[in-house]
């Protein structure tokens, strides 16, 4: 039976990751420092173990205990709008991170690598996006993604780690954290319209993205490492069809059943319009047909109503104040 370390496995993509694994018959460690996940999360029959990837002597504890085969690693923190503004977070947590999980990985012979990067190292190039394109991230996030991807490549090629990278990008669904202010769009709108709040948009909303439903999303991570010939590959993961942020604010009241008013904010930095070309994806891992976003929204939407309302939390440690927005400041 193969052992895998999940890391991020009490957050949002990582729960389903371990729900996956669990399903094909892994023994998973969940390693999460609860910063953005939930304790409910996580899957009864893994072995949870709170901690953080910057915690190298902790990370040489479990490889020595564990003998992990495969490595999962969806630990991070996802805002890319926010981390020009965390920026010595962000390195310490995304980067340093992930480098000391690469260094275990490697002195414990560990057969594969799972890394999910992010659409976010592409920059503001025309989209569709594809994986023959050099990336030119344009935030912090998708510096720190792009440097993992890089460091693995040249990990592989020194000591033979293999590895598997995903750039997924808007990913929704069950167990979002809609608590957080920065970053999961769908998940912020949810928890607005629950509380009878404006729905709050960066400028004129015309933004363009490929909102993905996390079920065509987490199976093929989890499974991935079966597949041989995507190993030491680079494959973008997603939905093909793109919405503005606008259609995605009237989806989401419809599946909310709730109507509620657009309010839009001061437009901030950030990539106008972001989708990706998925056929290497899907000539490696042929899949059925993706949910649509509104059957999406509506299975979500049913979930969040029942998980109920979270309050919405400021990040503690705002590093640079000049050009925050102001939304985020607000109680």
């Given amino acids: 039976m193969n052992t895998s370390l999940v890391t991020g496995g009490a957050g949002f993509i990582g729960t389903h990751v371990v729900n996956e694994l669990i399903k094909a018959g892994h023994n998973v460690v969940v ?26 002597v902790l990370l040489g504890k479990l490889f020595d205990e564990h003998k992990f085969d495969y490595v999962y690693h969806l630990a991070a923190y996802a805002a890319e709008g926010l ?37 976010a190292v592409y920059g503001n190039q025309k989209p569709p996006m594809t994986e023959d394109m050099v990336p030119i991230p344009e935030d912090p996030y998708g510096i720190a993604k792009y440097a993992v991807e890089m460091d693995l490549k040249v990990t592989h090629e020194m000591f033979g780690l293999n590895y598997i990278i995903f750039r997924p990008h808007n ?17 912020i709108f949810m928890n607005q319209l629950m509380q009878g709040k404006q729905l709050t948009v960066f400028g004129d909303g015309s933004q363009t993205r490929a909102f993905s439903y996390i079920g065509d999303v987490a199976p ?6 079966n597949n041989k010939a995507a190993y030491n590959q680079v494959f973008n993961i997603g939905a093909d069809k793109e919405y503005s942020v606008n259609e995605l604010a009237l989806a989401t009241m419809k599946a909310m ?44 939407a049913k979930w969040a109503k029942s998980a109920g309302v979270r309050k919405s939390k400021k990040f503690k440690d705002i590093e640079i104040m000049e050009k925050l927005p102001p939304v985020w400041l607000e109680d």
Avoid: W
């Fill in 31 to 56: 390693l999460d420092d609860l910063s953005g996940g939930f304790l409910d999360n996580v899957n009864p029959k893994a072995l949870f173990i709170q901690g953080s990837v910057e915690d190298h």
């Fill in 83 to 119: 981390s020009h503004f965390i920026k010595r977070f962000n390195y310490s947590n995304n980067l340093i991170g992930s480098v000391n999980l690469i260094n275990e990985s490697v002195k414990h012979k560990v057969k594969c690598f799972v890394f999910t990067s992010s659409i």
């Fill in 171 to 187: 990913v929704y669904g069950e167990y979002q954290n809609f608590g957080d202010r920065y970053r999961n769009v769908v998940g």
């Fill in 220 to 225: 093929c991570i989890a499974n991935s490492v």
């Fill in 257 to 300: 059943q709730m109507k509620g008013e657009i309010r839009h904010l001061e437009a901030r930095n950030e990539v106008m319009h972001a989708f990706s070309d998925h056929s290497k994806v899907k000539k490696h891992f042929p899949s059925s047909n993706p949910v649509i976003l509104q059957d999406g929204l509506n299975t979500m």
